[in-house]
């Protein structure tokens, strides 16, 4: 009988060990590299254009791996296409119908059948001295984009060494106070994606999952701002003051890096309620 126990504590304890190692390894695998991004910037009549870090239209960019973000003015869901004309692709009429082809690159969305309005992809691969083609299913032969890659050899593609806001909508220019912004070279723990609505309604989550706890470091905050009288607004409980990730009159999307250090945080627009995240 205490041979019988002496093995079942040792299965247990073996079952225990392998338990840590993949959650370590996990753990691991949730550290992400920090790579610039290629914007897919739709309009209202279902065209598109592409834009770096700097928000300039790209026609050649060097060789290497970018996350690539699809995003609309307004969810197209909410987009009255009843009794369009043919030709007429007013909010592609419900949704959108993009995909982006190359070598190592194959990637699609609809935004979720119009319901969202934005998406971004995990990082891919942009193979040197290829051509790439965007185009929106809806009217493929209109919107349409061939982009190319440079050789092999020269400069990689530049990651942003600030924050980017590309500024569409209302073409405000978003502001923010420097509170645990940080933009050293440590990899980046990941991307986390704030939407605020028309109606004020702030969200955080990350890989589609609302935030509620997080490992401590630096982290991408892809922010979608929809409402001109609101601000995105991240503070620590212990800070003083907070940042905005989006001015008040800002409507578009902007993109900030900030240093989330252990202990509490909230994020919030104007006098509305704020929702806590622990950071560990």
Aim: proline residues 6%.
């Amino acid at each position: 009988m205490k041979a019988v126990r002496v093995r079942l504590v040792s299965t247990l304890i073996a079952f225990a060990v392998a338990a840590v190692l993949v959650s370590a390894g996990s753990a691991r695998s949730n550290v992400q590299a920090e790579y610039p991004t290629l914007y897919v910037q739709y309009t209202l009549n279902c065209t598109f254009t592409i834009v770096d870090e700097t928000g300039k239209t790209i026609s050649a960019i060097p060789p290497g791996t970018y996350e690539v973000e699809v995003s609309t003015p307004i969810m197209f869901k909410l987009v009255n296409t009843n009794n369009l004309a043919p030709n007429d692709f007013t909010g592609c009429k419900g949704w959108v119908q993009f995909q982006l082809t190359g070598p190592g690159v194959n990637l699609a969305t609809t935004l979720t059948t119009g319901c969202d309005a934005n998406d971004i992809f995990p990082a891919e691969t942009f193979q040197p001295n290829s051509t790439y083609t965007a185009q929106d299913n809806n009217q493929p032969s209109v919107a349409r984009m061939v982009f190319s890659t440079l050789p092999a050899g020269g400069p990689g593609p530049a990651t942003p060494v600030g924050p980017y806001g590309t500024g569409t909508g209302k073409g405000q220019t978003s502001g923010g106070s420097p509170l645990g912004q940080d933009v050293g070279t440590t990899a980046l723990m990941g991307t986390l994606t704030g939407k605020l609505s028309r109606t004020g309604k702030v969200t955080l989550t990350r890989n589609g999952k609302p935030v509620s706890s997080l490992k401590a470091g630096r982290y991408k905050f892809a922010i979608t701002d929809s409402d001109p009288k609101g601000s995105f607004t991240i503070q620590s409980v212990n800070g003083v003051s907070s940042t905005d990730l989006t001015a008040v009159k800002f409507v578009g999307k902007h993109s900030e890096t900030i240093n989330l250090t252990p202990g509490k945080w909230m994020y919030y627009s104007g006098l509305g309620k704020a929702t806590y995240v622990l950071v560990k």
